[in-house]
């Protein structure tokens, strides 16, 4: 080994220590943000803010069936009793009344502080005598118990209005003393988890232990038969667990037999273990130093980011497909990699100048995408120009090139009669694409939804018998201070009661429920009457009725000191479920304050939106977050196809600039452009919508093809170095379609996207690089190194 190739290889065990290195600190974040520009608007903002912290991200809804209606009411009540004392979860609800003493506790000390209805008109004798006839007529009613022990110190029923207000979502119906489905097949409960909805790791163990307790709630039934009842569990972060362990089990399974299968290839190709292990150096050398780029760039590297880099970095595979296939009997592999260096490298910028576009990109987790693939792309090229040649055994020949190539050449040839097919071809699916009516590219973020049919199925089913919120809708209150945000709220509701009665609505949540802002704290605290004044009320109001002068007494003291009671903060809540549900509905940010009111059951949201109007010192406005959402993937979309626009630009530039022959660059760029065309034409034709993930397939298509296409433009001293670079093609080619051709049979978007775009048109970039080629050029005719 001589003392350059000893540099070379110390340089890069250096460079791989110095990437572990920093991959050992490096934070993987699963964070959405990412994937917002890094100016995001507030619509962005809360958007992003309510799919990872929101109220309805943190639900949990649970069904029990398959046993009688008894065992299952049972079921559920153990269940709900063993999840409330876990401390993993903020609120457990099944209909029972335990698990909110605290909830209670509070709104009762606070009843006139929160009710809406704690005003100066409520306690006066009419009202009251109103308010007596109407809890006279109840105690007959199935609430009399509640009522009778709650009336002598609430007989204006503030609490009662005050819990229906805070279960403001359509009930179950009760049986059994639980939730049951309207046909009384199945159990339900809800649960809200203390973690946040994009901490997966928390959700995940939320999930387990629901399981684990149901079972044991199961066992302990001394009648129940074993697997009768069945638990159903779904929400959001039921989905995002499942999803995740989907990814990661088609990942590993997919790329275990993909590695497998092209390992068998190669060995069978190569007939050296060590060879083998060889050829991986570029690949991983490449991943490490992605990661490590990505990581000191951007101080993290986003999930997403990984599983799009080391997809695109396995175009370093075929860099040593290349190396080893072509290296002639007797040549030293440094003067081989020579030969074939100023094609490779020039295959390298094409791919660098595609991927290059995305650093520009206003989303930042586009820009760790081309960051990732053009680090890891430059070093394992690096790999294989210093290393690989240092490392080869010396007199390393691939035998099986000279049996595969008197066929595949015969092939070659051949295939340019197929030009004029490919043509016709070529038209007609540009005119198919052209001419059809829907966008080519879908426009909506549900396309990329993993969650199955059946899934979606009974998370609406559910939903629709639990009455849980499914936020669509949402108006959001921007403010200066929490104050603000909270008078602003307070104004909002007024307009969304008075929709409500339109039947624009069906109802709605608001910070203000659980907090008013001082003002109307104070408002309602002026509006009490004195202690004497309200005795006086009382003994006009309950002439005739059936109630003793003094039995009220409680309702006087109460009264009286909520008058000068201290007026309720952030920190009055804390030990009640409802504090969660504030925290995430009331939100501090650098700008201000904002508050957030989820609509329930939306049927007219222009109306609405009119109705809101803007107090003069916040902003409020009505959003659609499904809309608001599919705006953002829109956009993102819609930059990457312009950075990827930019990107082909760079490359024509480069092969003009490198090549200096339109005729060239025009051979180079037809295989490709045609492969692109016709990858997208089938995809549509099968029924399926293209999204940001068949994008990168069509990037790293045109990077892996542009090998291909200038391979077939070189031309090779002699027939043999050109029939062992075909060669070399082609099980590059097929280790390609390998690789990625399996991540088709994915049942997740992302990987079966990637898989089905880059294993069809890596393999068409091959054949129509074979066919498009001039006849002079697969004969060797003339010579010409770019």
Aim: with cysteine.
């Amino acid at each position: 080994m001589n003392p350059a190739a000893r540099w070379a290889l110390g340089a890069w065990l250096a460079g791989v220590a110095a990437c572990v290195a920093v991959i050992a600190r490096t934070e993987f974040s699963t964070d959405l943000s990412a994937f917002l520009p890094r100016s995001p608007s507030p619509v962005q903002q809360v958007l992003v803010e309510q799919l990872r912290h929101g109220v309805v991200s943190r639900l949990i809804l649970i069904g029990i069936e398959g046993d009688t209606p008894e065992r299952l009411a049972q079921a559920s009540k153990r269940l709900a009793t063993s999840l409330r004392a876990s401390g993993s979860f903020a609120s457990v609800n099944n209909g029972e009344d335990a698990g909110f003493e605290n909830d209670r506790d509070f709104v009762w000390r606070n009843r006139y502080l929160l009710s809406p209805t704690a005003e100066a008109g409520r306690f006066s004798p009419q009202a009251l005598r109103e308010s007596l006839e109407e809890a006279l007529a109840q105690l007959a009613s199935p609430a009399g118990v509640l009522l009778q022990r709650i009336l002598p110190a609430d007989p204006t029923g503030e609490l009662i209005r005050l819990l229906q207000q805070f279960a403001h979502q359509a009930q179950p119906r009760l049986q059994s003393g639980v939730w049951f489905s309207r046909d009384g097949g199945r159990a339900l409960l809800i649960a809200q988890t203390r973690a946040a909805g994009s901490d997966i790791d928390a959700q995940e163990r939320a999930l387990a232990l629901i399981r684990s307790s149901f079972e044991q709630a199961i066992r302990a039934d001394a009648q129940a038969v074993a697997g009768e009842a069945k638990l159903l569990l779904s929400g959001p972060g039921v989905f995002a667990v499942t999803t995740r362990g989907r990814i990661r089990h088609d990942a590993w399974r997919l790329s275990l037999i993909a590695i497998t299968l092209i390992a068998a290839m190669l060995l069978a190709l190569y007939r050296s273990v060590r060879v083998l292990g060889l050829g991986l150096l570029p690949v991983v050398s490449g991943a490490l130093a992605g990661i490590a780029a990505v990581s000191l760039s951007f101080g993290s590297v986003h999930g997403i980011t990984l599983a799009f880099g080391v997809t695109l970095i396995g175009e370093g595979v075929d860099y040593a497909i290349y190396l080893f296939t072509q290296n002639a009997p007797g040549a030293a592999p440094q003067a081989t990699f020579e030969l074939i260096w100023p094609t490779l490298r020039l295959g390298v910028l094409t791919s660098i100048c595609g991927f290059s576009a995305m650093l520009f990109s206003d989303f930042t987790g586009l820009a760790q995408l081309g960051l990732f693939s053009v680090a890891g792309l430059v070093v394992a090229v690096a790999v294989t120009r210093w290393v690989l040649p240092a490392l080869l055994p010396v007199g390393f020949v691939v035998t099986a090139v000279a049996a595969f190539a008197p066929k595949v050449m015969g092939l070659v040839r051949a295939a340019p009669m197929l030009r004029r097919p490919l043509l016709v071809a070529l038209a007609v699916t540009a005119a198919f694409l052209l001419m059809r009516p829907q966008p080519l590219w879908s426009g909506s973020l549900a396309s990329l939804s993993p969650v199955s049919p059946g899934e979606q199925a009974l998370d609406q089913q559910l939903r629709q018998d639990i009455g849980a919120p499914e936020v669509r809708h949402l108006v959001v209150v921007h403010a200066r201070d929490e104050q603000a945000a909270l008078q602003a709220s307070e104004h909002a509701a007024m307009a969304l009661r008075e929709s409500i009665a339109q039947g624009w609505l069906q109802g709605f949540d608001s910070p203000a429920i659980y907090l008013p802002s001082r003002a109307m704290q104070r408002a309602r605290q002026a509006a009490l009457p004195a202690a004497e004044t309200l005795r006086q009320s009382l003994q006009a109001a309950l002439k005739g009725l059936p109630f003793r002068s003094n039995v009220f007494e409680p309702f006087v003291r109460d009264v009286s000191a909520a008058r000068s009671m201290p007026l309720l903060e952030r920190a009055s809540l804390q030990g009640t479920s409802l504090a969660l549900k504030l925290d995430s509905l009331l939100v501090k940010r650098e700008s201000g304050w904002a508050a957030m009111l989820p609509l329930r059951g939306v049927t007219n949201a222009e109306a609405i939106a009119g109705k809101i109007g803007k107090p003069s010192d916040a902003q409020v406005v009505l959003l659609d977050l499904k809309q608001e959402a599919d705006q953002l993937y829109r956009t993102y979309l819609r930059e990457a196809l312009t950075n990827s626009l930019l990107g082909a630009a760079a490359i024509v530039i480069l092969l003009f600039a490198t090549l200096r022959s339109p005729r060239r660059v025009f051979d180079v760029l037809a295989p490709l452009a045609a492969a692109v065309l016709v990858s997208c034409g089938l995809l549509v034709v099968s029924g399926i919508e293209l999204s940001i993930f068949h994008l990168v397939g069509l990037l790293l298509v045109v990077a892996v093809g542009s090998n291909y296409s200038l391979f077939f433009d070189r031309q090779a001293p002699s027939g043999q170095d050109r029939s062992r670079t075909i060669v070399s093609l082609l099980f590059a080619a097929v280790s390609t379609l390998v690789g990625f051709g399996l991540l088709a049979f994915s049942k997740v978007p992302v990987l079966s996207g990637i898989g089905s775009t880059v294993g069809m048109g890596a393999a068409m970039a091959l054949v129509f690089s074979a066919i498009m080629s001039r006849k002079a050029d697969t004969e060797g005719a003339y010579a010409r190194n770019p």
